[in-house]
C-alpha cells in the first residue's frame, strides 16, 4: 500500500514517464527510476488544477502572520528574562550559598542548585534549550509529515500558535527569582511552539508559490512551447525568492514594529520602573502577533493534501514518511546532502545566537531596554538587507545558491570573532560596541541567509510533500540544535568560561557551509524531486 498519494502531477517529455490505466478506468502516473529518465531536464511540477489560485488577500495574511511571527518575544525576551530570573535567584560559586550574582563583588560564575549538584546559570539557559530541541526532533519526526494529509496541516499549525500566544500570555506569572524554574519550563513552552510555527507555516510557502497567478502564467506558457524548460524553472526560482523574500521584510517590519512599540512602556519612568514592565512587554509583543496573525487561519484557501490511506494513524504516518525517504535517499541525493549540511549549519548558528545572546545579557545587566535598542538595529538593518540582496539578485538573475553561499560566509565570521575573546579582553564580544556591531552585522546578512536558505529547501522539497520535508527541514533548521547546546554547557562547565564554546562552534559551522557549497547541486536536485514525486504517486499497491 502507498504510504503517500499526493494530489500532484508531472509536465513531462516523450518516454519519462510511462501514463496507464487502473482497473477503474482512471489514469495513473507509474514513474521509471530517476536514473531512467531518457530527459529529466524536462521534469518540471505542476499543481492540481482544482487547487485555488493564491488571491491577493490570502497572500497578504500570510504576510501578516510572518510580520507578527517574528519571535521578538518567545526567543528574545522570554530568554532574557529567564535568564534574569535564574542570575538572581543563583550565588556565586566563589562566595557560597547566600552571596550574589547581581553585586559588583562577584567574582566567578552564578551556579545554581541542580540535580543534587550545581550548574552555572549559563549552562542551564543551553540545557534548557537542547531540551526545546529535543521536543522538536520528536514533534518534527512523528506528526511533521500528517500536514500533507487532509486539513491536518492547517489545525496543526493552528494548535502550536495557540499554544505560543498562552505560553507568552502566561509570563505575566513570572513576578520573583524564586520562579525561575516556572520561567525555565515557560520558556521551553514558547520557544518550542514558536519554532513549531516556523516550520508548519513554512510548509505552506512552496504550495502557495506555485498557485500564483504568474507561477500559473509561466506554466500555461511552458505547455504551449513558449518557454524553455530552463527559463520556466529560472523564472519559478525567482518567484519562491520573491515570496520569501517579502516574508523575511514582513518578519522584521514586525521586529521594527514590536520594538517600537516596547519602548512606549521601556522608556517611560512610570512603567519602565515598573517591576512588572518585563512582563508586560511580553504581552504586548504576544497581543501584536494575536491581532496580525489571526487572518491567516481565517483566509487560507482549502488546498487540502490527499485523505490519510487507510489503516494509517497521523501520530506514526510520520515516521513511515520519513522511512520512506531516506531509504530511497540515493534518488535524491542533493535534498539530502543539503538537509545533513544544514543540521549541522544550523545547530551551529543557533548555539552560537543564543551564546552571544547570553554574552550580551551579562554585559547590558538584562536590561529590556538596551535589548529593545539593540534589536531594532538588527531589525532595520535586516529589513534594508534583505530588499538589497532581492535587488540584486533579481536585477542580475543570481541563483539562490550562490546568494545563499555570500550570506552564509558571515555565518562562520561570527564564532570566529567570538574565539578572540579567549585570550583578550579587548575584542570577542567583551565590549559594547560590538555587540551593537554583531546586531548590524547579523541583520545585513542572517536575515536573507533565511529567506535564501527556505527557498533551497523549496527548490530541493519534491511537490506535494511539502509538510514532510520541510518537517525534515525543520528537524535540521530547529531541532538540530540539541547537540551543540550540551557540547557547549559543558565546555562552559569545566572551564568556567563562555568564550570557551566558540571554538566548537567555528568548527561545526565551517564544516557545514563547506558541505553545502561543495555537494549541493540546486539545479540537478530540483529534478531529482520531480522524478521522487512522480514515482512515489505512481505507486499502487
Not at 241 to 268: D, E, F, K, M, Q
Not at 387 to 411: A, L, P
Not at 483 to 489: D, S
Request: proline share 5%; aromatic share 14%.
Amino acid at each position: 500500500m502507498s504510504l503517500i498519494s499526493p494530489p500532484e502531477h508531472l509536465l513531462h517529455a516523450p518516454n519519462s514517464i510511462d501514463g496507464k490505466r487502473d482497473s477503474d478506468g482512471g489514469s495513473i502516473l507509474v514513474a521509471r527510476s530517476p536514473q531512467k529518465i531518457n530527459n529529466p531536464s524536462a521534469l518540471i511540477t505542476n499543481v492540481d488544477r482544482d487547487e485555488p489560485v493564491v488571491t491577493k488577500r490570502e497572500l497578504w495574511s500570510y504576510y501578516l502572520y510572518s510580520n507578527g511571527d517574528n519571535g521578538v518575544g518567545p526567543s528574545g525576551y522570554t530568554l532574557t528574562l529567564f535568564q534574569s530570573l535564574a542570575t538572581s535567584a543563583g550565588y556565586d560559586s566563589t562566595g557560597g550559598p547566600g552571596s550574589s550574582c547581581v553585586s559588583n563583588t562577584t567574582s566567578s560564575q552564578c551556579v545554581l542548585p541542580w540535580m543534587g549538584s550545581t550548574k552555572s546559570a549559563s549552562s542551564i539557559v543551553l540545557v534548557a534549550n537542547g531540551v526545546s530541541f529535543a521536543i522538536m526532533t520528536a514533534m518534527f519526526t512523528t506528526i511533521g509529515a500528517a500536514g500533507d494529509y487532509g486539513t491536518f496541516g492547517r489545525w496543526l499549525l493552528f494548535t502550536v500558535t495557540l499554544i505560543c500566544w498562552v505560553a507568552q500570555y502566561a509570563c505575566m506569572a513570572l513576578t520573583s527569582p524564586s520562579r525561575w524554574k516556572l520561567a525555565m519550563v515557560l520558556y521551553i513552552v514558547g520557544f518550542v511552539s514558536y519554532g513549531a510555527t516556523l516550520v508548519f507555516y513554512a510548509a505552506a510557502f512552496p504550495r502557495l508559490a506555485r498557485n500564483t497567478s504568474y507561477t500559473r502564467h509561466l506554466r500555461d506558457k511552458y505547455e504551449k512551447g513558449e518557454i524553455s524548460v530552463e527559463e520556466y524553472e529560472r523564472e519559478e526560482s525567482l518567484e519562491k525568492n520573491r515570496i520569501s523574500n517579502i516574508l523575511t521584510v514582513h518578519s522584521n517590519i514586525g521586529y521594527v514594529v514590536t520594538y517600537l512599540l516596547n519602548l512606549a512602556l521601556l522608556i517611560p519612568p512610570r512603567t519602565g520602573n515598573n517591576s512588572m514592565v518585563d512582563g508586560y512587554t511580553i504581552v504586548l509583543d504576544n497581543t501584536y502577533w494575536v491581532l496580525l496573525g489571526i487572518w491567516w487561519f481565517i483566509y487560507q484557501s482549502p488546498r487540502p493534501g490527499p485523505p490519510l490511506p487507510k489503516g494509517e494513524k497521523y501520530i506514526t504516518i510520520g515516521w513511515k514518511q520519513i522511512w520512506v525517504a531516506v531509504k530511497t535517499y540515493k534518488s535524491l541525493p542533493h535534498t539530502f546532502v543539503y538537509l545533513i549540511g544544514y543540521f549541522l549549519l544550523a545547530d551551529g548558528l543557533n548555539t552560537t545566537g543564543t551564546l552571544v545572546a547570553i554574552c550580551q545579557n551579562d554585559k547590558f545587566s538584562f536590561s529590556f531596554l538596551q535589548n529593545t535598542y539593540l534589536g531594532l538595529s538588527q531589525a532595520i538593518t535586516s529589513t534594508i538587507s534583505t530588499f538589497g540582496f532581492w535587488y540584486i539578485q533579481r536585477s542580475w538573475k543570481i541563483s539562490t545558491k550562490k546568494m545563499f553561499v555570500v550570506t552564509n560566509i558571515v555565518t562562520i565570521l561570527i564564532p570566529l570573532w567570538g574565539m578572540i575573546g579567549i585570550w583578550t579582553d579587548k575584542f570577542g564580544f567583551h565590549n559594547a560596541w560590538e555587540f551593537w556591531a554583531y546586531n548590524v552585522v547579523f541583520g545585513l546578512f542572517q536575515a536573507p541567509y533565511y529567506a535564501f536558505a527556505q527557498t533551497m529547501m523549496a527548490e530541493l522539497s519534491p511537490p506535494g510533500f511539502d509538510n514532510m520535508f520541510f518537517g525534515l527541514y525543520g528537524l535540521s533548521n530547529r531541532a538540530s540544535s540539541m547537540v551543540g547546546p550540551y557540547v557547549v554547557q559543558a565546555i562552559i562547565d569545566k572551564t568556567q568560561n563562555n568564550w570557551q564554546g566558540f571554538p566548537f562552534l567555528f568548527a561545526i559551522c565551517t564544516a557545514a557551509s563547506l558541505v553545502i557549497w561543495i555537494f549541493v547541486d540546486v539545479t540537478k536536485g530540483r529534478r531529482d524531486a520531480a522524478s521522487w514525486a512522480a514515482a512515489r504517486s505512481g505507486q499502487r499497491g
